[in-house]
């Protein structure tokens, strides 16, 4: 519940808050919370992959729930403030604590309250490889003199709206993704990740829960329910299946809710979603084979049977030398052995 209030500005009824469940207010927040269901998931397990560094008495940087939502509390209140003055103002300021956690135990708490907060995976530029790698890719610095708000702007540099044409929707749904670029979809917890294209691996990534910023979940949201997984179509199955395996949000299902038609533009992800139009029409290589004739293109295709012509004629060569050897043996010995009729 704390939680809830925290980030989205809950105001949670009386009647909740003193135990009356089912809550009887019918403009009461809480009764949305079931649909949070992945978010809370998300947040259970990535609070539950802390451990404090406990050494020399040193008390730890997150005791309970409340200090990480305290945290939470003072990055979200104090946005321009440097990394280093807001750790610095959450650990010497609470109560009853006479020593500091060890830094390198702020460093994580901090990033923890970063992933919560926003989806986004950080790390502190001392500790920069001190990170678990995802998918390859490194938890993004958020070095010690920038501000919070600034660290957001870095990880989602805004581009000039890029509204997608018609043409590219059409050529990019997850169908033809799959059917044309053997592309397969894998699941993110890191919001930087949506749409990002893997294509050694063959993998677009989507992010998995909904709890984000404003226009960037709009934009995660246009592309999921109106590029790739259009409603009525071969790609909107593909999402259900993605919503029953990989967890999905099965929020990402309802379509009743529109984010702007064809004229929305994408600020953030229009680069990935143009990155995945590229991949359609001049598709990776997969596999030894795929690698080796590097198929589905014009120029490929040129290149895969000019080679297969070759070969073959190679071979018919071959054989035919093989049989005009045969036949020249044949007749030496005839020549040389030649059958006596008698008479």
Same mark, same amino acid.
């Given at each position: 519940?704390?939680?809830?209030?925290?980030?989205?500005?809950?105001?949670?009824?009386?009647?909740?808050?003193?135990?009356?469940?089912?809550?009887?207010?019918?403009?009461?927040?809480?009764?949305?919370?079931?649909?949070?269901?992945?978010?809370?998931?998300?947040?259970?397990?990535?609070?539950?992959?802390?451990?404090?560094?406990?050494?020399?008495?040193?008390?730890?940087?997150?005791?309970?729930?409340?200090?990480?939502?305290?945290?939470?509390?003072?990055?979200?209140?104090?946005?321009?403030?440097?990394?280093?003055?807001?750790?610095?103002?959450?650990?010497?300021?609470?109560?009853?604590?006479?020593?500091?956690?060890?830094?390198?135990?702020?460093?994580?708490? /901090?990033?923890?309250?970063?992933?919560?907060?926003?989806?986004?995976?950080?790390?502190?530029?001392?500790?920069?490889?001190?990170?678990?790698?995802?998918?390859?890719?490194?938890?993004?610095?958020?070095?010690?003199?920038?501000?919070?708000?600034?660290?957001?702007?870095?990880?989602?540099?805004?581009?000039?709206?890029?509204?997608?044409?018609?043409?590219?929707?059409?050529?990019?749904?997850?169908?033809?993704?799959?059917?044309?670029?053997?592309?397969?979809?894998?699941?993110?917890?890191?919001?930087?990740?949506?749409?990002?294209?893997?294509?050694?691996?063959?993998? /677009?990534?989507?992010?998995?829960?909904?709890?984000?910023?404003?226009?960037?979940?709009?934009?995660?949201?246009?592309?999921?329910?109106?590029?790739?997984?259009?409603?009525?179509?071969?790609?909107?199955?593909?999402?259900?299946?993605?919503?029953?395996?990989?967890?999905?949000?099965?929020?990402?299902?309802?379509?009743?809710?529109? /984010?702007?038609?064809?004229?929305?533009?994408?600020?953030?992800?229009?680069?990935?979603?143009?990155?995945?139009?590229?991949?359609?029409?001049?598709?990776?290589?997969?596999?030894?084979?795929?690698?080796?004739?590097?198929?589905?293109?014009?120029?490929?295709?040129?290149?895969?049977?000019?080679?297969?012509?070759?070969?073959?004629?190679?071979?018919?060569?071959?054989?035919?030398?093989?049989?005009?050897?045969?036949?020249?043996?044949?007749?030496?010995?005839?020549?040389?052995?030649?059958?006596?009729?008698?008479?």
């Amino acid at each position: 519940m704390g939680l809830c209030t925290l980030l989205w500005n809950w105001e949670i009824c009386d009647a909740f808050r003193k135990g009356q469940e089912p809550c009887q207010e019918p403009d009461c927040p809480w009764k949305r919370s079931s649909k949070l269901e992945r978010f809370f998931n998300f947040y259970k397990e990535v609070t539950s992959s802390y451990v404090p560094e406990l050494l020399a008495g040193s008390p730890a940087a997150l005791r309970s729930h409340d200090d990480l939502l305290d945290l939470i509390k003072t990055i979200r209140s104090q946005p321009t403030r440097t990394r280093t003055e807001l750790t610095a103002a959450y650990f010497t300021g609470r109560k009853n604590v006479m020593t500091a956690p060890l830094p390198a135990d702020q460093h994580r708490a /901090v990033n923890l309250a970063v992933q919560v907060m926003s989806m986004i995976s950080c790390t502190a530029s001392k500790h920069a490889f001190g990170g678990v790698l995802e998918l390859g890719s490194l938890p993004i610095l958020w070095q010690d003199r920038v501000g919070f708000a600034d660290f957001i702007s870095s990880a989602f540099p805004v581009s000039e709206p890029r509204r997608i044409q018609p043409e590219v929707r059409f050529a990019i749904v997850a169908a033809r993704l799959k059917k044309i670029a053997s592309l397969r979809f894998e699941p993110t917890d890191d919001l930087r990740n949506h749409l990002r294209l893997d294509s050694q691996n063959g993998a /677009v990534q989507s992010s998995r829960t909904s709890a984000m910023l404003a226009q960037i979940s709009r934009e995660v949201l246009h592309s999921i329910q109106t590029v790739l997984f259009p409603f009525n179509s071969d790609s909107e199955i593909l999402l259900r299946g993605l919503v029953r395996k990989e967890s999905l949000d099965p929020d990402c299902t309802q379509y009743g809710f529109t /984010v702007g038609g064809d004229d929305f533009a994408y600020s953030f992800f229009g680069s990935k979603l143009m990155d995945l139009y590229e991949e359609v029409n001049n598709p990776s290589p997969r596999g030894f084979m795929e690698k080796w004739f590097e198929r589905r293109s014009g120029a490929r295709y040129v290149m895969m049977a000019t080679l297969i012509g070759v070969i073959i004629a190679i071979v018919l060569g071959i054989l035919s030398l093989a049989i005009g050897i045969f036949q020249s043996w044949v007749a030496y010995q005839a020549w040389k052995y030649p059958v006596s009729t008698g008479n």
